[in-house]
């Protein structure tokens, strides 16, 4: 089979023009779908109080549901339209209904973030605030199979699928919550997650239309059409260029943190010991390893810094914190082990013995929570207080001198590296929030500036 073959029998499979409609007919329906007034406009009130609802109970269902009511898509697929047919009427239209839409779905969702009680930013918010460049992929995909289902027959489950896809309620819910709490990260990060996806959806949609060889307004067929491309050409450049480098962050922390699982399985693992937890501090370029059971020798040890380079962390030093709890579970086992096959008159040592072996596993595993919690709640704070670089969570148990009474709680340190010192407003905001996060019954916040 020679090229040329092979040429034209993937043009018989791929080619759209058989099943392409009324040429007419879609352009009628993508101009209608354009305006938002009356009926249109209600829906899109009420699609984003459901998103808002979604976001803030943090229902992913709730959430799906207001996407496939939205009617959002129709002047973002009108402007790509009017750009691909060179119809500077349509895109005045689509640009302006845009605007108009926008506008409202942020005062709708604000004006609700205000009345909720429920303030606390949720999984599926924080998840709308940090676009990346699969974001521009998702927007570009989901588009493109938009705007060929409404130009070709048989259209079947795609549009509902490609308003889930490219998602652009809840990016304008997050946007109207960052308003509401005051947090202009949040409404940054969201509106540009929208933007994204509005920019590469009309994109799609430009190059379905040329793909689909609609016809094209020959009286604009001039300097000022080529200036129109040229514009967007430039604001999708423009659009990509952040969230590439976000991208480019995520991916290399990620390759960093797999590197450092590598590292810490083939240099330190052994018999007998177990790693509870390894953190990297970038400022002092420390790895800190803690581990507990039988101690890491001083010579694995110095092995393990030698071969640092080969993992691609060259620049870090090397600290092994064991403790000796561990140590003592083991032993423990060890003596369980051996007193079950020995005469039943030792029962009730084993029994003694089993009791202090699960009290020591209890201890273990409190030490390793606060641990696991520090991390798990560490990008959850970087976005709601982005002021703190650090923080440090212990229990405390307090005996009072003139009693036998004893207090346990949690004790929260927090290293604030911003030159504004936080207000008692924000002090205590950051209380209630650790304390509801860490599910502590009394938190001592300990906040160093």
Known sequence: MTIKDFTERAGYYFNLMPDKEDEQAIIAQITEGV???????????????????????????????????????????????????????????????????????????????????????????????????YDVLIAFCGGA?????????GKGNVIPGVAIATALMPPLCTAGYGLATGHLLYFLGAFYLFFINTVFIALATYCGVRLLHFQKHEYLLTRRAVKGRRILMSIVVLTMLPAAYMTVRIVQRSIFENNVRKFVKAELTQRGTQIISNTVDKDSLKLRIVAVGREISNSTQTDAQRRMKEYGLGDYSLRVIQGTQSDSVLALSHQLTSLTTSHETEHRQVMQLTAENSLLNQQLAEYKRYEALAAEIRPELASLFPQISKIALQKVVEVNRDSSDTHHYVTA????????????EETQKLH?????????????????E
């Open 35 to 133: 305006s938002f007034r009356g009926a249109n406009l209600w829906v899109l009130i009420f699609a984003i109080f459901i998103a808002s609802l979604g976001l803030n109970v943090n229902s992913t269902a709730v959430i799906i549901g207001a996407m496939l009511i939205s009617p959002l898509m129709g002047p973002i697929v009108g402007m790509g339209l009017a750009v691909g047919i060179d119809d500077l009427d349509l895109l005045k239209r689509a640009g302006k209904n845009f605007g108009v839409a926008t506008l409202i779905s942020v005062l709708t969702a604000t004006v609700y973030f205000l009345l909720t009680p429920l303030s606390e930013a949720q999984s599926e918010l924080l998840a709308r605030t940090s676009p990346t460049l």
């Open 145 to 153: 199979a938009g705007i060929i289902a409404l130009c070709t027959r």
């Open 413 to 424: 340190i927090v290293q604030n590296d911003s030159k504004t010192h936080f207000s008692d």
């Open 432 to 448: 209630d929030w650790l304390q509801a996060r860490v599910k502590a019954d009394s938190l001592v916040l300990i906040n160093r």
